[in-house]
Structure formats: structure tokens, C-alpha cells
DNA sequence: AACCGCCTGCAATTGCATTGCATTGTTTAG
DNA sequence: CTAAACAATGCAATGCAATTGCAGGCGGTT
């Protein structure tokens, strides 16, 4: 049992380990933790949730960690509107738009944003002349749980 | 013909003191220039844009007047992503929905934000348990005078 | 005319994002 | 194997937009 455990853990790290390969990141010590974090949380993280959950680890370095892992794909931003960036898992082999295509999720309960992957955002008829580059759409309300 | 004109601008000042008191917002100075200003750009107005239009007076005072026609109905307001946000004025008798019912545009060249207001968003079929309050569809591209 | 409340202006502060720089660690070329 | 080159980290400082506190001023009411 215990021994399966750190199998498990040590296969998680390698995949992990790969994930950030994949991207061309170096895969540091730092790096992995931060991404074993948001790859284990259901919502969206902020820096200051980052920083909640390792609060040895410098704030700057979070930073710019979250920043390399939108840079390179890994993770796509969220602007849910609350003042905070939100970064969450891209899914696999997306070449994510920056602001992906899919709808994300703002709870005004328990102030959690989800990425919801299989809501796409609808095709929208601009007007005549207008080019569509990217698209944001966040609804609010209560989620799941909340209810 | 100048009559005409002072006759007009009268008429204007008149409708916009109106709209002011339609929604129960004294119509002082400052706020009359705000909202003549608002409504006669194309665009969603900043903060800033206000600051520079009347760079005599006083950033917090324009930064409340906003607050203040946002508060009562008069405008919404638009988070779209750049850090700033935008103030529109509310369509003719709507309840504004805080973060409206339709589609915002952002041009990444004249980097403009525009209200759609033809174009609602589409209703998006939630995950069980889940209660839309509001929601926000931020297109992002290059607009019709842009192309 | 006096009172009261809203509006305005100035000062100061918060919060999040961002950059500069020096140090440490890791990779790579010789 | 070592040194140079580059990348990551940690700390300090700054930028920028939003926000609040307070005092004075103005308008409207009694």
C-alpha cells in the first residue's frame, strides 16, 4: 500500500515532469510543486492562492512561474472580473487562444471560478468588417455546490 | 442658423438634465459635461478618457460621477481585459443586468471597446445545479474601422 | 436666514501587477 | 572537468488603477 503510494506519487511527479518537458519548461523544483497545485485544484487559482498554499516560496517567483506556464501554453488566464487573474490547465493539445474558446464559470458564493471545457462560446455574427481574434465569456451565479 | 444651434444645444442640455433626473441623479455641472461626454462617443469611455477630456477637473470626482451613474442605471460598466474599466450608457429602459445582457467589442488596433447591443448573449445550457445571475461576452479583434 | 445633505477636491492608501538587479543554480562548450 | 553562458530565484522597488477619509462648498429646504 505504502509502497504503491510512492509509485503512484513518483509516476505523478514523472508525468508532471513531462507535462512541463512538453513545453519547454524547465521542470525545477519550484515549477513542479506550483503545477502539482493547480493541477490538483477543481477552480481556477489565483497568484494569492499560489502563495496561500506555499507561503515559504517567494510571491515574484509564483509570479513569473504562472506567467512562463501561460507563455508556453500551459495554463490559460482568466479575467473573471474580480481584480485577480485566474490561470487553470489548458487541455490537452490545445493551442489555446489566449482567453481560450470555452466558457468559464464566476460563483458569487464561494467566489470560484471553473473552467467549463464543454461549453464552447457560440459563434457570434459580427457586423460587417469586424474580425474575431479571440473571445471572453464568463458567466455568474452560483455554481454546483453552492446550490 | 446659430440661433438654431444654441436652441439645439439647449434642447441637448435639457434631455441629458432629464436622464439625470429620470434616474434620480441631481444633475449638477460636472455631471451634465460627464454624461454629454459619454453619449457622444461611439465608444466605451475609461476613467481616463474622462480625465483627459476635462483634465481641469478632479480624477476622483470624475471616478464618483461614474460610480454614481453606474450605481442608478445610467451606465454599465465593461471589464474588457485591459485593466481599465469602460462606462457605456445603458440601453433606453434597461434594467442593466450589472455586466449587461450583450456582446462587447475590443479592437486590438484602435484598442476601442464597443457595445453591441444588437447582439445578445447566447444562452448557455449551465451544468445541473448551476443559476446564471450575469454574464459577460468580451469579443476581442480588430473592429469595422480598423479592417 | 439657518440648517442639512449631497457634491467636490485634495490627500492618502490599498491591491494587484510588473520590472530591475544581484545571486544562485543548471546547462553546455571547450 | 572547468569555465562561460544562460535560466531561475529572491528581494526591493515601482507603476497603475481603484478606493476611502476628510474638510470645505454648494444647493435646496424649512
Redesign the interface.
Known sequence: MRAAMVINYRNMLKNLDKLLQDKNIRPTAMRLLALEYISSQQTAVSLSDLEAAFHRADRITLYRTLKTFEEKGLVHSI?D?TGSVKYALCEEGCECAP?DLH?H?FC?KCRETIC?PM?R??K??????????????????????C?
Not at 124 to 145: H, M, W, Y
Open positions: 479575467m472580473g482567453e466558457v464559470f458569487n467549463l461549453l462560446i457560440p457570434i455574427p459580427l457586423p460587417d468588417n469586424f474580425k474575431q481574434e479571440e473571445a471572453s465569456l464568463v458567466i455568474k451565479g452560483t455554481c454546483g455546490r446550490n
